[in-house]
């Protein structure tokens, strides 16, 4: 069975903290991806970043970074000096990559609060 | 280039209604997903349609039910809706088919209350 855990379910940090969302995810396949989506109060999920399960380079884009492990089954979301329009709601999911299908498996959601 | 657009944005029902939400997906994407989102279960996969049909679906009763057309704008219908229909239903589109490294784009999805 595929399935995704997000381990905070809310975080609050202040203004320029840095910030690390934990994502831990379950699958037998060997060939999946994994994903990170932001959910501001508008409702909108928009995607952050994908990453394929052979490929497990780290990446940074600006104030984001990623760092998958496959070692330990974790996709987590670090945001550097975090600014008060972070505040939002991120999910990290999975897509199976044995099967013909766009199906994504989400955890249940980090709610991030940056005051400032 | 316009994104995924869902109408309409708010939904208000009675309990027994049934309702209808549309989905359009960027151009040139064939594959729609939805998603029901509330507060209890999260977001959870209603399912998935290409090429008109249906590829996939979620552990959802057969009241929740889906179509797509050829111009790929996908619409789901929800019959005799319950008070615990109320959520927000996302759609999602995708470039290609199968399940390959590309990423879903969403719309801001259809709130609908049922009272």
């Known amino acids: 069975a595929q399935k995704v855990t997000q381990v905070q379910t809310e975080i609050s940090v202040v203004e320029k903290e840095d910030v690390t969302l934990d994502c831990v995810y379950e699958?037998?396949?060997?060939?999946?991806?994994l994903f990170w989506y932001k959910q501001p109060p508008s409702g909108e999920l928009v995607f952050l970043i994908r990453?394929?399960?052979?490929?497990?380079q780290n990446e940074i884009s600006g104030r984001y970074s990623w760092n998958f492990q496959k070692s330990t089954s974790s996709f987590n979301f670090t945001i550097t000096a975090s600014q008060v329009v972070d505040s939002a709601v991120y999910f990290c999911?999975?897509?199976?990559?044995?099967?013909?299908?766009?199906?994504?498996?989400f955890g249940q959601g980090t709610t991030l609060q940056v005051k400032p | 280039k316009a994104g995924v657009t869902q109408t309409p944005r708010y939904l208000i029902k009675t309990r027994g209604q049934q309702v209808t939400l549309s989905c359009s997906p960027i151009?040139?994407?064939?594959?729609v997903s939805w998603y029901q989102q509330t507060p209890g279960q999260g977001l959870q996969f209603l399912f998935e349609?290409?090429?008109?049909?249906?590829?996939n679906k979620g552990n959802f009763p057969g009241r929740f039910s889906g179509r797509q057309f050829s111009n790929s704008r996908s619409e789901m219908n929800v019959s005799t809706l319950e008070l615990g229909d109320s959520a927000l239903y996302l759609c999602?589109?995708?470039?290609?088919?199968?399940?390959?490294?590309?990423?879903?784009?969403f719309g801001q999805g259809t709130r609908l209350t049922v009272v």
């Open positions: 999602a589109s995708s470039l290609v088919e199968t399940s390959m490294n590309t990423e879903a784009f």
């Open positions: 699958t037998r396949d060997t060939t999946y991806y």
């Open positions: 990453r394929n399960s052979f490929d497990e």
């Open positions: 999911a999975l897509r199976r990559g044995s099967s013909n299908t766009g199906k994504l498996i």
């Open positions: 151009s040139g994407h064939r594959s």
């Open positions: 349609y290409f090429s008109e049909t249906q590829r």
